[in-house]
């Protein structure tokens, strides 16, 4: 007795299924055998077991590759070097499988097939992650799984991974400042981007880093997407900024990828009347895929944010869908709750505490109260009062501010009620005040010698020091 499997089978490795919602599907016929495929986690390195056909592994395996392949050319890269880096990558592309099985866990247990859209969402956004990260050396890393890639390359001679990546990536530095053989000028594009007031070295930064942009036509990418941005209101000074951070904005088709995702984020609460705030702080985020940024609406939604305040925080922090909800948002909130504080009221007020190391940046922070003298809940109380605490340098700010806080004769409980003390300048504001109540001899409250404005501190000044005078 045969089995009939429904298996999305890639037409070849450059088909345009990434970019489309159509596929064809080819129905084949396959003995009911199963196998216990042993796929090790990205992550902890754990074993999880996954009962999945061996005809439908090879055909996962396809449809992963297709994705990587198609991924690797939209950064930029040629057929031939993506066709290279993909025979080079056996073990990624078990890895991106493995993935698969554990996100849709439930799913093959419960026979279910992934289609090539699902697919395709549940592997984008993490290679998305994984550029983020990696940038330049994604290849490196693609084709060196599961090792890490050479970070100090003056350290350790290795060959070049890619030559041919490495001499696409020189011809199109070199276009930036080539001479067009039929204008005797620059090329168009380059004396388009120096009119809105880019100079030759940010082109040809640009280029380095995403080489698919010196080829980028000027009148069908690049300039509809510009005056796009300024017919939104984007001023004309930011655009130099908005395409060095994401130049792959300009490979963007307007109607069909620009416009819709504006608009699906507007349904999740975006301002309309932010976005040229919105463009210029993270111009990446028009480029995630929904699968991406849904993951991260929906960890808001478990924190018990409203759709209002989702979209508030879209519209303030916008990168907060590049943060990993697994290995960013949900162990940072961890880490806050452990402190007491409301983690869904801190998120909403700072979320760019959530983007922060809980090593390098957040545990530091928190012994440096503990060792003086302040126990969790002060701590938590701080965090929860002034979200933005966490935020600061320690050698820059807190140790600084608090070695002249203790020059105050203020007792150490007046920083639990008015944290705020920290988001002061040192220089502008809390050593000219605290001089002003000294030279006054008068005292008050922590909160009062910063927070008022000059002309409510001088009245606050007056009435204290009449009052001791009447006294």
Request: hydrophobic share 40%; net charge positive; aromatic share 10%.
């Amino acid at each position: 007795m045969k089995t009939f499997y429904s298996i999305q089978i890639p037409h070849h490795f450059y088909c345009a299924r990434f970019f489309s919602y159509t596929t064809k599907r080819t129905q084949l016929s396959f003995p009911a055998k199963v196998f216990i495929c042993q796929a090790k986690s990205g992550i902890d390195g754990s074993l999880n077991l996954k009962v999945v056909s061996p005809t439908l592994l090879v055909a996962e395996k396809e449809e992963a590759k297709a994705v990587l392949t198609l991924f690797l050319k939209k950064q930029g890269l040629s057929n031939a070097v993506a066709a290279r880096t993909i025979n080079k990558s056996d073990l990624f592309i078990d890895h991106l499988v493995s993935k698969l099985h554990s996100k849709h866990k439930s799913w093959y247990l419960a026979g279910r097939e992934l289609t090539t859209l699902e697919i395709r969402d549940a592997l984008i956004p993490y290679l998305e992650s994984l550029f983020d990260e990696h940038g330049d050396i994604l290849v490196d890393v693609v084709e060196n799984y599961p090792n890490p890639p050479v970070q100090d390359k003056s350290a350790v001679s290795v060959p070049p991974s890619c030559p041919v990546l490495d001499s696409r990536k020189l011809k199109a530095v070199s276009l930036a400042s080539e001479i067009d053989p039929d204008g005797g000028n620059l090329r168009p594009h380059v004396v388009y981007l120096m009119e809105l007031g880019m100079d030759i070295e940010q082109i040809q930064s640009i280029t380095n880093r995403f080489p698919a942009f010196a080829y980028y036509s000027l009148e069908g990418k690049i300039k509809p997407v510009v005056e796009f941005f300024l017919e939104l209101g984007v001023p004309r000074e930011r655009i130099p900024a908005i395409l060095s951070k994401r130049p792959q904005l300009c490979g963007i088709s307007l109607s069909e990828n620009l416009k819709p995702t504006m608009k699906f984020l507007e349904s999740l609460g975006v301002d309309e009347k932010q976005w040229p705030k919105v463009i210029y702080r993270f111009p990446a985020l028009l480029t995630y895929s929904r699968q991406k940024v849904m993951e991260s609406i929906n960890f808001l939604h478990e924190l018990g944010l409203s759709k209002e305040n989702i979209g508030k925080i879209l519209t303030r922090c916008p990168n907060i869908v590049s943060y990993s909800v697994e290995d960013n948002l949900r162990p940072t909130a961890k880490y806050f709750r452990s402190l007491g504080a409301d983690v869904g009221i801190l998120l909403f007020r700072c979320p760019q505490n959530f983007g922060l190391s809980i090593e390098a940046n957040l545990k530091p922070i928190t012994a440096f109260f503990l060792e003086r003298g302040y126990t969790l809940d002060d701590i938590g109380t701080m965090i929860s009062r002034y979200g933005a605490l966490y935020t600061f340098s320690l050698t820059e700010n807190l140790i600084p501010k608090w070695d002249f806080f203790l020059t105050t004769g203020y007792p150490k409980s007046e920083l639990v009620k008015f944290p705020q003390y920290f988001g002061y300048s040192l220089e502008k504001r809390i050593k000219p005040r605290f001089a002003i109540v000294e030279k006054s001899g008068v005292k008050l409250l922590l909160n009062q010698v910063l927070s008022l404005s000059s002309n409510n501190f001088d009245k606050a000044l007056i009435k204290k020091m009449k009052k001791m005078h009447d006294g």
